[in-house]
């Protein structure tokens, strides 16, 4: 069966989200640990990890991912830095007891010039977080759209390199591929595509993707998500990832605004259903 998930709100509590993407017949899913805008690290007790797995358990939903705080910056060598990492490690070792597979990171961005300097605080930084945390967890780079860091498979591919870890794999966001004119819209540049990333990343790599429609037009620069079907992608990316015999056993999670704006919905997912062949 394909896997097709959402992004969904804790709100209320963590073994929430499970309830909701179950309410709209969502089978995987994937949450913030704690509130994306802050640093506030979660923590919970006994009794919220135990009806966290077993909402998951009964209602059977997995895989299930964290996406790491939106001010994460891992090329940052100052308090943002330090911040960023202690925010992964809280993360990642919480991860294993709640049965999360692991985080998926938008690196951060280098503030102006890309230096040799900066570069190395990045791959230094990740380094710390996979030798602080548990060895079940991952950290999931995901493609960037906006000029940060990790807009091309040649970029990632060179940070997956030189981190050098098992535990690295790439979440690709269908968006934010569109935004750097990565155009999957035939067989033909999808297969392009897969064989570029084994080339520079390792097929093995690819862990999961984010499917979202984009406000933008093709190599636009901006990374602005849109339902399915009503962006400038379109329709047929979605159906030939869904049915490609190289892709359509991967999870692909929604990170939509949602028909009525309150955010990954019944109908993006149903959209997508209607898709599978
Ligand atoms: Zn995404």
């Not at 100052?78 to 991860?95: C, D, F, P, V």
């Not at 900066?118 to 780079?141: D, V, W």
């Not at 392009?192 to 999961?208: A, N, P, Q, S, V």
């Amino acid at each position: 069966m394909t896997k097709l998930g959402a992004h969904i709100s804790i709100a209320g509590g963590h073994h929430k989200a499970i309830e909701r993407i179950n309410a709209i017949k969502g089978n995987c899913l994937q949450i913030f640990s704690s509130s994306p805008r802050g640093w506030n690290f979660v923590k919970l007790d006994e009794m919220q990890i135990q009806l966290f797995n077993e909402s998951k358990n009964n209602l059977r939903i997995d895989p299930i991912y964290f996406h790491a705080s939106y001010l994460v910056n891992l090329a940052d060598d100052g308090r943002i830095g330090h911040l960023s990492k202690q925010s992964l490690i809280n993360e990642l070792n919480l991860a294993p007891l709640m049965g999360v597979k692991g985080s998926i990171v938008h690196l951060g961005s280098y503030k102006g010039e890309a230096t040799p300097k900066k570069y190395q605080t990045l791959t230094k930084n990740i380094g710390e977080i996979l030798e602080k945390t548990n060895s079940n967890s991952l950290f999931l780079i995901e493609n960037a759209g906006n000029r940060k860091i990790g807009q091309t498979l040649e970029e990632i591919g060179q940070i997956v390199k030189d981190v050098g870890s098992n535990r690295v794999k790439v979440c690709l966001d269908t968006c934010h591929l569109f935004s750097n004119g990565y155009d999957l819209r035939s067989d033909r540049q999808l297969e392009e595509l897969l064989l570029k990333f084994d080339k520079y990343i390792g097929i093995e790599k690819l862990e999961l993707w984010h499917f979202n429609d984009s406000r933008d037009p093709l190599n636009s620069g901006r990374d602005r998500h849109e339902n399915i079907g009503q962006g400038e992608i379109g329709l047929e990316e979605f159906r030939i990832l869904l049915n490609h015999p190289k892709t359509k056993d991967y999870p692909f999670i929604i990170e939509t605004p949602g028909f009525d704006g309150e955010g990954p919905d019944k109908k993006n997912l149903d959209i997508l259903k209607s898709l599978v062949k």
